[in-house]
């Protein structure tokens, strides 16, 4: 049910509070925590705004399949998703078809040396 996957999006998104999604949304945290435990939908306008708020169909936020076969193979629909839920992935996916060969290069060489300092390492 919707509930869920709201409850279950605000999780993906590192542990969004119900007080900080319904400040986005306009509407009271009694309003989501009503709709996470199923006790009341959100109306249309706001299953809209919930799901543009997660970078989601509606279909998917009311638990409808999606196409999931049409991606090649696993790896590059678990891509597509999180380019889907982080906009500034798709941002640096999008620049990068308007690079050079040589533009590219030098962004992946520092990229790898940002990820060779301490903050990054495992």
Same mark, same amino acid.
């Given at each position: 049910?919707?509930?869920?996957?709201?409850?279950?999006?605000?999780? /993906?998104? +590192?542990?969004?509070?119900?007080?900080?999604?319904?400040?986005?949304?306009?509407?009271?945290?009694?309003?989501?925590?009503?709709? %996470?435990?199923?006790?009341?939908?959100?109306?249309? *306008?706001?299953?809209?705004?919930?799901?543009?708020?997660?970078?989601?169909?509606?279909?998917?936020?009311?638990?409808?399949?999606?196409?999931? +076969?049409?991606?090649?193979?696993? %790896?590059?629909?678990?891509?597509?998703?999180?380019?889907?839920?982080?906009? /500034?992935?798709?941002?640096?996916? *999008?620049?990068?078809?308007?690079?050079?060969? /040589?533009?590219?290069? /030098?962004?992946?060489?520092?990229?790898?040396?940002?990820?060779?300092?301490?903050?990054?390492? *495992?």
């Amino acid at each position: 049910m919707i509930g869920e996957k709201i409850k279950s999006l605000r999780k /993906e998104k +590192g542990g969004l509070s119900q007080a900080a999604l319904a400040d986005a949304l306009g509407v009271t945290q009694q309003a989501v925590g009503n709709w %996470e435990t199923n006790k009341n939908m959100p109306d249309n *306008d706001i299953q809209i705004k919930i799901a543009d708020y997660f970078h989601i169909t509606l279909d998917e936020l009311n638990g409808r399949k999606t196409n999931k +076969g049409y991606y090649v193979n696993e %790896e590059t629909a678990q891509i597509a998703n999180e380019m889907k839920k982080r906009p /500034e992935l798709k941002t640096l996916f *999008d620049a990068s078809r308007k690079m050079t060969p /040589e533009d590219i290069r /030098e962004v992946n060489a520092l990229i790898k040396a940002k990820l060779q300092k301490p903050e990054y390492e *495992d």
